[in-house]
C-alpha cells in the first residue's frame, strides 16, 4: 500500500513523517527505511530507522533508477516492512507529471515485497494529478 502525506511546503511533512518513522519502529517487527533527500532534520529520527539520504546517491537521477534502487533494498533486506520517502518531487526527476507512474511502481513493490510506502508530496491536495488508477491512501 502506498499512502500520500501531502502538504504545502512548510505543513510540517518532514516533522511528521519522521514521527511516524519513530512510531513504526517501535510496533514493528520488521526493518523501517527513511530515505531523505539530505542528512538535515534527522537528528531527531531514532536509531533504530535505517535512514538513508539520497545526497549519498546522487547518481540515481530517473524515476527508473529511483525505483531500481527501492527493489534492490527489499530484495537485499527481506525483512523490509515500512519505507518512508520525504519530499519525492526532490528525488530523481519524479514530478507532479509522473507522480501517478512512480506511485504505480510503489505499488508494484509494495505487492512484490510487502512493503508499506509513505511518501511525502509539497503540494496541496487539489493540485495532484489523477491518482485514481494507482492504488494509494491520501493522508
Same mark, same amino acid.
Given at each position: 500500500? =502506498? %499512502? $500520500?502525506? =501531502? &502538504?504545502?511546503? &512548510? *505543513?510540517?511533512?518532514?516533522?511528521?513523517?519522521?514521527?511516524?518513522? %519513530?512510531? /513504526?519502529? /517501535? +510496533?514493528?517487527?520488521?526493518?523501517?527505511? $527513511?530515505?531523505?533527500?539530505?542528512?538535515? @532534520?534527522?537528528?531527531?529520527?531514532?536509531?533504530?530507522?535505517?535512514? !538513508?539520504?539520497?545526497?549519498?546517491?546522487? @547518481?540515481?537521477?530517473? $524515476?527508473?533508477?529511483?525505483?531500481?534502487?527501492?527493489? &534492490?533494498?527489499?530484495?537485499?533486506?527481506?525483512?523490509?516492512?515500512?519505507?518512508? #520517502? @520525504? *519530499?519525492?518531487?526532490?528525488?530523481?526527476?519524479?514530478?507532479?507529471? %509522473?507522480? *501517478? !507512474?512512480? !506511485?504505480?511502481?510503489? %505499488?508494484? #513493490?509494495? +505487492?512484490?515485497?510487502? #512493503?508499506?510506502?509513505?511518501? +511525502?508530496?509539497?503540494?496541496? /491536495?487539489?493540485?495532484?494529478?489523477?491518482? @485514481? &488508477?494507482?492504488?494509494?491512501?491520501?493522508?
Amino acid at each position: 500500500m =502506498v %499512502n $500520500l502525506i =501531502v &502538504g504545502p511546503k &512548510g *505543513s510540517g511533512k518532514t516533522q511528521q513523517l519522521i514521527a511516524l518513522a %519513530n512510531e /513504526k519502529v /517501535k +510496533s514493528s517487527n520488521g526493518n523501517v527505511v $527513511l530515505i531523505k533527500t539530505s542528512h538535515r @532534520d534527522t537528528i531527531t529520527v531514532d536509531f533504530n530507522v535505517r535512514t !538513508v539520504c539520497m545526497d549519498d546517491y546522487r @547518481d540515481i537521477a530517473t $524515476l527508473e533508477e529511483l525505483a531500481g534502487f527501492l527493489y &534492490g533494498m527489499a530484495a537485499g533486506n527481506n525483512d523490509i516492512e515500512t519505507v518512508l #520517502i @520525504d *519530499s519525492v518531487l526532490k528525488q530523481a526527476n519524479i514530478t507532479m507529471d %509522473n507522480l *501517478s !507512474v512512480f !506511485v504505480q511502481k510503489l %505499488n508494484d #513493490i509494495s +505487492s512484490a515485497a510487502d #512493503i508499506e510506502f509513505y511518501i +511525502s508530496v509539497g503540494a496541496n /491536495k487539489e493540485d495532484l494529478p489523477d491518482l @485514481d &488508477g494507482a492504488n494509494c491512501k491520501i493522508l
